[in-house]
């Protein structure tokens, strides 16, 4: 299995996300303790404080999440204070992270703030608690 093949799946994946209609929102004026977990794709333009577990996620410009979040595909135009562990990763020009991001394909927009450690493997990712550190992959620390 070439890279490209890895790449299609990328595109693929991410495309079948951008056509998921969002099923769940966690609206602006809600704040929410706990943990939260979903199916199939979720906004927040509110602020959680706990971890997250589902699929698509979409975290809004005014939402903020402080917490751990594990999801298939995170879109971040917000902040989040906590760990990001999925597939794919698209950090938009308005995002915050602070922690460490975890994935297999990761695009960062000119402005988005990163700071702490980050990643990106080619390799399948699991999104068990996987303590093994993959010989094919590179981990980079980014701050700013």
């Known amino acids: 299995m070439g890279l490209f093949n890895q790449k299609d799946d990328f595109e693929e994946e991410s495309q079948k996300a951008e056509k998921e209609v969002i099923s769940s929102i966690i609206d602006a004026n809600m704040v929410m303790k706990g943990e939260l977990v979903f199916k199939g794709k979720a906004r927040i333009d509110g602020s959680i404080e706990g971890d997250i577990k589902g699929e698509h996620l979409i975290l809004s410009e005014s939402g903020k999440v402080t917490g751990d979040i594990q999801v298939s ?15 794919l990763i698209t950090a938009r020009k308005s995002c915050h992270i602070h922690g460490r991001i975890e994935g297999n394909s990761l695009t960062v927009e000119p402005g988005a703030g990163l700071n702490g450690e980050m990643k990106v493997s080619s390799r399948e990712l699991h999104l068990v608690n996987d303590k093994e550190s993959p010989a094919n992959d590179s981990t980079q620390v980014a701050e700013g």
């Open 73 to 87: 595909t995170f879109v971040c135009h917000g902040t989040l204070e906590g760990n990001v562990k999925a597939s």
